[in-house]
Structure formats: C-alpha cells, structure tokens
Nanobody
Framework: QVQLVESGGGLVQAGGSLRLSCAAS????????MGWHRQAPGKQRELVAV???????NYADSVKGRFTISRDNAKNTVYLQMNNLEPEDTGVYYC???????????WGQGTQVSVSS
C-alpha cells in the first residue's frame, strides 16, 4: 500500500514562493493520478492541481499561471511549485494518489502553508 508524506510547507510573505514535495513509499510510475489539494480554515478541501501518469496536468482556476505540478517517477515524488503566493493560498496542503482498481484514494498527512500579507 502506497503511503504519502508531504513536506516543504512554511510561512512566507505574499509574492513569495514555496515548493512542496510528496514522497511515496512505493513506485508511483503506474499511478494514474497524483494530486495536490488544500483546505483553508473553515472551508472544504479543494483540488489544486493534478497530474496524470502520462504527464497531463490540470489546475484550479485560482492557481493557474502561479503553481506547477510535476512528478519524478525515478524518485517516487510529486512536487508543487508555488510562485507569487497570496494570503488566499493559506491552508493545509495534502497529496493524493488514485489508481484504477483502488477502492479509495491514498492521502498524506498534510503540510501547512501560511502566506502573510
């Protein structure tokens, strides 16, 4: 069973950058979808970005042009490069993995991102 561990969160000023990492305990080569989600205080968890096994990507409208998701299958790691951060980007960021045939998604424990104005 794949386990996911996020890292790279922290406190940054508006306009700054952070790179989040999601390290998997096993191979991610065949995993159909790897994603990043976030949950702000008092709000529901939302999808931020997703990358397919083939490298196709999709982003929430609020982060398009600022965030980039990538995957390094050799390192079993997925990244989220976040540039020009805004206070509205504050929240706990979670990594997820979804594979055809799994009965549920796999989730990491989350990493806190705080953006000050």
């Amino acid at each position: 069973q794949v386990q996911l561990v996020e890292s790279g969160g922290g406190l940054v000023q508006a306009g700054g950058s952070l790179r989040l990492s999601c390290a998997a305990s096993g191979s991610i080569f065949g995993i159909n979808f790897m994603g990043w989600h976030r949950q702000a205080p008092g709000k529901q968890r939302e999808l931020v970005a997703v990358i397919t096994k083939g490298g196709s990507t999709n982003y929430a409208d609020s982060v398009k042009g600022r965030f980039t998701i990538s995957r390094d299958n050799a390192k079993n790691t997925v990244y989220l490069q976040m540039n020009n951060l805004e206070p509205e980007d504050t929240g706990v960021y979670y990594c997820s993995a979804d594979q055809v045939g799994w009965n549920r998604s796999r989730w990491g424990q989350g990493t806190q991102v705080s953006v000050s104005s």
